[in-house]
């Protein structure tokens, strides 16, 4: 198992935190271990020593040895009365190389201890010193040899690392595998779903569906199944888009030729004496060319690309006038009223043709809006100069745009209102006026209308973004 995996990173700290328990409980086993040792042999002590001192005879020398070795030490010496007697003794192989009271043990001192025990392999003889029990005297000694102590240490640290061993090797599996089957194993399904997207991101059956029972892999499921849908939707809509812009661009390359034709009659009749052919003639040629214009932009557009802004000053006001007389007749027949106010003298600098789009997409917008609740309403056009460049605002006294009309507002076809419409006109523009270096924003929509408004950066600050 690989160390960098996650199954491999959290068996080495499970290693680590087993170890760390067994030494956490192995060390205050072995001390409690050895002062219940050194007990045990105080109190064997002192009820050998009671058998001498219920009787004022001297007990055969066998019979004390006897009752030392029963006992596991050298010498007994109890203190009753404050009076410190030798009760039974024996020859001590070897000085006496430490002093220890219990009475005065602390938890680290016997570990302390106990550690110095197993340390040194070296038998030696060491004095204990302890209370007696049941009160059978002030202070009870003996003296006894490390060597036995530390054998039998040895052999309760052994049963005890191997029992703690075993518990915690089997803690520590259930664990792992529990980890594994509640953690590792639903990541890596998560991941195996990811990659069999990204293989076939358009194919919604690849879609992930959450099924995991904690919580925190839910949420994370849940999130990446919103994102594949989503992505899948794109994709399918960029797939459609693209059949549509080839369908587009071929019925506008066709379009335009059947313009080009009504062109060329539009430019005989301008030759005609008849006054009234005489003032529509140039409307006409206008109409046309601007339609011509489209065709070849959406042409345009169908290769994912809008052509770059020609910029040159111009009055604004007669683009407005341009504009409302576009709508006019509609606006009549819906009682739809224009009210300008862009001032006759106020020049800007853009792209006359695309800002006429512009603004011919918010206008008519505006105007069915008011069409579709039956009543008559208001559009307002007005325009002014800031230091940074020049502003335009559209607005209406229509119903306001829907939610779901506001919360995809610049995408195609997401952002339509009216029935049956594509939402490419709020799209185009956006890009239009970004195109320019400026930005298209909503500035309010409710119940009593809605208002855009344009910025269109001046000559310096377009010179300062490139």
Known sequence: M???TLSGR????????????????????????????LLTRLERAQIASLALLTTDQMIEPDLEQELLNNAGVYNVVLRRDAVRQLVLSSPIPQPIADTYDLRESTFWTRVRDAL??????????????GDPVQKGGLVIEVTL????MRIAMIEYGLRLLSLSALVSVITAFLLFWLVRRLMVVPIKRVVAHMAAYAEAPEDARRIIAPEASIEELRVAEDALASMQRQLTAALKQKERLAQLG???AKISHDLRNILTTAQLFADRMEG?????????????????????NLCETTLAFGRAEEPPPSLCRFPL??????VTESEQPPADAAQIDFVTDVPPALEIRADREQLYRVLSNLVRNARQAIEATGKPGTIEIGAGEEPEGWWIRVQDTGPGLPERAREHLFQPFSGGVKKGGTGLGLAISAELIRGHGGRLDLVRTDADGTEFKMHLPSEFAIASQE
């Open 2 to 4: 690989k160390i960098n």
């Open 10 to 37: 959290f068996l080495l700290l499970t290693t680590i935190f087993v170890v760390l328990a067994e030494v956490l409980i192995l060390l205050p086993g072995l001390a409690n271990f050895r002062e219940d040792y």
């Open 116 to 129: 110095s025990v197993l340390a040194d392999p070296e038998n030696h003889v060491i004095r204990v010193i």
């Open 145 to 148: 040899a490390t060597g036995p």
């Open 246 to 248: 080839q369908a587009v």
């Open 272 to 292: 005609s004496d008849d006054p009234v052919v005489q003032r529509a003639a140039p409307k006409l040629m206008n109409s046309i060319g601007r339609a011509v």
């Open 317 to 322: 006001a007669a683009l407005v006038q341009e």
